[in-house]
Every structure is written in structure tokens, then in C-alpha cells.
């Protein structure tokens, strides 16, 4: 491998790596997978990465020039809406106890749906179409790829282990809390965008 690819492709997966790992997305799949299958929540998750590091290395700046900067506080809000949703919907959802807990599909599209309207416009996402134009596509979509999938596996087997180790109606209203938490700033965020101004 060329060193200037090789030099390449570790900037940009160390950066959106460790950009994500902190990120309110991480979290956020760690909530899910406390609940959901972990596995699952990590194949929702890395399904969304890649469409947004293909949304972000193939539309590239034009993205951010064509949707304006208030339609992606919008898309933001919208992430922050669909995790609050969920949250009130898990803490009035009471689980039949002769059934095994909701797994399959559903945890699949409730990750690949939360990661998506998260990661759209994020600051990841925004790195990723900086970064094409200093080292192109290829190098930009796979490292940030693979970083991105990366992290969501990290942060699947967190809430798979945190799930196991919870009494469930203790696991529920943390899972309850940090979705309200992160949903709730995520709006503010998109909506209110210099309210965090300080942080940035």
C-alpha cells in the first residue's frame, strides 16, 4: 500500500473512529442493544453507517450546499424526535412474560433508523465529505466505513453486556433515561444549534 493511502486511511479512521465513539450515535446503539439483540443492534447500525459514508464520500460538500444548513438541524431534530419516541414507547410497552422479548427485524430497523437520522449531517458525516476532497473516495469510504462499523460493534457488545448484567426493570429505565437524554439534547442541538455553541 502506497504510504500516502496508508497515511490517508489512518487519519481518516482514527478521526471518525474517535469522533463516533463519543458521538451521541454510540450511545445510542448501546441503549438498543441493552435491550435488543446486540448482534442485531450491531447489523441496524453498521447497515447505516454505510449508507451515510456513501451518502457523505459520493454527494460530498454539495450535500451540506444543497440541503442548507436549517433542513440538517431538521434531520438532526428528527433523529432526537424518533429516540424520545422510542423511549416513551419502551416505557409504557409492558412485555408478555411468556414470550421472549421482540428481537429479529425490529432491532435491526431500530438501530439502522436511529443511526441514520443521527448520522445525517453529524460531524462525522461532515468530516467525511471534507476529507474526499484531500483523499479521495476510496480511501474516505473505507476507512471511515470501517471505522464507523467498528465503533457500533463496540458499542453493541457494551449494551449486550450492560443488558445482561441489569435486572430488567432497572435496565429499562436506564435504556428509558438515555434515549429521553440524548434524544432530548439532539433536538435541542438540531433546532438550537448556537445553544451549544460553547461545546464545539
Same mark, same amino acid.
Given at each position: 500500500m502506497d504510504a500516502g493511502v496508508f497515511y490517508g486511511f489512518a487519519v481518516v479512521f482514527a478521526v471518525i473512529g474517535g469522533l463516533e465513539l463519543v458521538d451521541r450515535t454510540s450511545f445510542s446503539i448501546m441503549a438498543i442493544a441493552a435491550k435488543q439483540s446486540p448482534f442485531l443492534t450491531w447489523v441496524g447500525g453498521a447497515l447505516a453507517f454505510l449508507v451515510s459514508t456513501t451518502i457523505a464520500v459520493s454527494i460530498g460538500a454539495a450535500f451540506v450546499a444543497i440541503l442548507g444548513p436549517s433542513r440538517l438541524g431538521l434531520l438532526r431534530a428528527g433523529g432526537g424526535a424518533f429516540l424520545i419516541g422510542y423511549a416513551v414507547w419502551l416505557y409504557f410497552h409492558e412485555e408478555d412474560p411468556e414470550l421472549p422479548p421482540v428481537r429479529g427485524h425490529s432491532a435491526i430497523a431500530v438501530a439502522f433508523v436511529a443511526t441514520v437520522l443521527l448520522e445525517l449531517g453529524d460531524t462525522?458525516?461532515?468530516?467525511?465529505?471534507?476529507?474526499? &476532497?484531500?483523499?479521495?473516495?476510496?480511501?474516505?469510504?473505507?476507512?471511515?466505513?470501517?471505522?464507523?462499523?467498528?465503533?457500533? &460493534?463496540? &458499542?453493541?457488545?457494551?449494551?449486550?453486556?450492560?443488558? &445482561?448484567?441489569?435486572?430488567?426493570?432497572?435496565?429499562?429505565?436506564?435504556?428509558?433515561?438515555?434515549?429521553?437524554?440524548?434524544?432530548?439534547?439532539?433536538?435541542?442541538?438540531?433546532?438550537?444549534?448556537?445553544?451549544?455553541?460553547?461545546?464545539?
Open positions: 462525522t458525516m461532515i468530516f467525511q465529505t471534507v476529507f474526499v &476532497a484531500t483523499y479521495g473516495v476510496l480511501v474516505v469510504f473505507v476507512a471511515g466505513a470501517l471505522a464507523l462499523i467498528a465503533v457500533a &460493534a463496540f &458499542a453493541s457488545f457494551v449494551g449486550g453486556r450492560l443488558g &445482561a448484567r441489569v435486572e430488567p426493570k432497572l435496565l429499562k429505565r436506564i435504556v428509558v433515561t438515555v434515549l429521553l437524554i440524548v434524544g432530548s439534547l439532539t433536538v435541542v442541538y438540531g433546532l438550537y444549534p448556537a445553544a451549544f455553541a460553547g461545546f464545539g
